[in-house]
C-alpha cells in the first residue's frame, strides 16, 4: 500500500512563508494525479493545489499567487510553497496521490498563521 508523510508545518506570522513537503513511497508516483488539501476547524476539507501527471498545475482561487504545487520526482516528494501566509491559510494540510481505484491520503499536518 502507497504511503504519504506529510513535514513542514508550523506557526508562522502574517506574511510568512512555509514549504510543506510530502513523501511517496512509490518510485513511480508522478505517474499519477495529486495534491495538496487542507481542512480547518468545523470546515470541509477543500482542495488547495493539484499537479497533473503531465506536470499541468490549478489552484484554488483563495491561494492562486501565493502557492506553488510542485515535485521531485527522483525524491518521490511532492512540495507546497506558500507564500503571503494569511490566518485564513490555518488548517491541517493534507497530500494525496490519485491511484488506480482510490486515493491514499497523508496523515496531515498544522499550518498555523498568526496575525
Known amino acids: 500500500q502507497v504511503q504519504l508523510e506529510e513535514s513542514g508545518g508550523g506557526l508562522v506570522q502574517l506574511g510568512g512563508s512555509l514549504r510543506l513537503a510530502c513523501v511517496v513511497s512509490?518510485?513511480?508516483?508522478?505517474?499519477?494525479?495529486s495534491g495538496w488539501y487542507r481542512q480547518a476547524p468545523g470546515k470541509q476539507r477543500e482542495l488547495v493545489a493539484h499537479i497533473s501527471s503531465g506536470g499541468s498545475t490549478n489552484y484554488a482561487d483563495s491561494v492562486k499567487g501565493r502557492f506553488t504545487i510542485s515535485r521531485d520526482n527522483a525524491k518521490n516528494t511532492m512540495y507546497l510553497q506558500m507564500n503571503s501566509l494569511k490566518p485564513e491559510d490555518t488548517a491541517v494540510y493534507y497530500c494525496?496521490?490519485?491511484?488506480?481505484?482510490?486515493?491514499?491520503w497523508g496523515q496531515g499536518t498544522q499550518v498555523t498563521v498568526s496575525s
Open positions: 494525496k496521490l490519485q491511484l488506480p481505484g482510490y486515493d491514499s
Open positions: 512509490t518510485s513511480i508516483f508522478s505517474i499519477y494525479n
